[in-house]
């Protein structure tokens, strides 16, 4: 059916089908508007993962009285866009509180890349988000969420003010705009695309 | 905001293998047999790996030997080509639970799994030129 398409063929070698599938994450502190920006850009719909509490290392789940409790449910945002037949980007986001973060161990591999929200009034919380990128090498563009209130900061003082390195995009959006939430992927396929190219010309010499 | 699983009517009718004790939150391994696992492959399906039915699957005789939510999940795989997330999305199961059941899938030949690409052995620019022209296009 939508497998008919022979052009990609010999990527990845064993992959008898020969529609891609891209994954993109999206992360950011808590509240910060992630699922709004999912949500905006393509048709959310939650989705279950069981995790082991242990797992989650020493994550404060306050279990209060159910100590026994050995699975929990965490709902993670997952959105599909169709770009053609056979070519989809699937965008993923968790729950912003920290004990989640195990959550993206599994979730990053793979990924083309991930947007990272960010909120001017309390830049730290995608600290987190930020350094976890930067340690596993996965392109990400830091999307500022311009919520009413907040002071304007240019893309520069914040690019600044979380030490990016140079070239990783600072992007000012409104998540729940469609055409701002796009524009904030098209800037990260964009630049994962030069990283990519980049890496390849650094691997062959 | 997470949903707890209480009172969603979710759990298997009549289901024997519930333990009271383990509470809600572990109920839904247990239309697998409380495997956690997949099978024997023990392959562990990326949530984008897409699903693609078997050309000459088994017959109808094998097929009505399924459980509930394996066929649930093969007539989802039937109607389009999805990836293990939304599979789990629509058929509103847990990743976890869904990655079982698709194991159990892959063993008797029901269905393909294919194993995602990953970007970096992305064939060329153009795809990322065609994602961008696409979203663009949105
Ligand atoms: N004014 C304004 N409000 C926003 C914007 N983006 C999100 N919100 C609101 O902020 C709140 C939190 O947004 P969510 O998208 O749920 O944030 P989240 O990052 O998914 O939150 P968690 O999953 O709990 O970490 C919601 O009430 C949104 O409606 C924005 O750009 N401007
Ligand atoms: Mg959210």
Redesign the pocket.
């Known amino acids: 059916m939508a497998y008919e398409r022979s052009e990609n063929t010999g990527a990845g070698g064993g992959v008898d089908a020969t529609a891609l599938a891209l994954k993109i994450l999206v992360a950011?502190g808590?509240?910060?508007?992630?699922?709004?920006?999912v949500g905006a850009v393509s048709e959310i719909r939650p989705l279950r993962t069981e995790e082991r509490l242990s797992r989650a290392g020493e994550a404060v789940d306050d279990t209060g009285g159910v100590a026994q409790k050995t699975t929990t449910t965490v709902a993670m945002?997952f959105g599909r866009i169709t770009i053609r037949s056979g070519l989809s980007l699937y965008l993923f986001?968790t729950?912003?509180?920290d004990r989640f973060w195990f959550l993206w161990d599994e979730l990053s591999q793979g990924a083309l890349g991930a947007v990272v929200?960010a909120d001017t009034r309390r830049l730290e919380d995608c600290f987190p988000a930020v350094d976890y990128f930067e340690h596993r090498k996965i392109p990400f563009v830091v999307a500022v969420?311009?919520?009413?209130g907040a002071r304007n900061y240019g893309a520069h003082e914040v690019s600044r003010a979380l030490d990016l390195d140079r070239g990783t995009p600072v992007v000012l959006c409104?998540?729940?705009d469609r055409d701002s939430g796009k524009e904030v992927l098209i800037r990260l396929v964009e630049y994962a695309g030069r990283m990519h190219t980049a890496r390849l010309l650094d691997s062959v010499g | 905001?997470n949903e707890d699983g209480t009172g969603d009517g979710r759990a298997v009718p009549g289901s024997q293998w519930y333990d009271a004790d383990a509470g809600p939150l572990v109920r839904p391994y247990a239309m697998t047999g409380g495997r956690t696992k997949p099978g024997p492959s023990n392959v562990r399906f990326d949530l984008i790996a897409l699903v693609v039915v078997e050309d000459d699957p088994p017959g109808p005789a094998e097929e009505s030997l399924l459980g509930p939510e394996h066929r649930a999940l093969l007539t989802l795989c039937r109607a389009e080509t999805q990836s293990v997330a939304e599979l789990a999305a629509d058929a509103d199961l847990p990743v976890g639970v869904v990655r079982v059941l698709l194991g159990d899938l892959l063993e008797a030949g029901f269905v393909k799994v294919s194993r995602p690409v990953p970007p970096a052995q992305l064939p060329d620019e153009r795809i990322l030129r065609e994602v961008i022209d696409g979203l663009r296009a949105l």
């Open positions: 950011g808590f509240g910060v508007g992630k699922t709004t920006l945002d986001g729950p912003g509180q929200l969420n311009c919520f009413a409104d998540a729940r | 905001m």
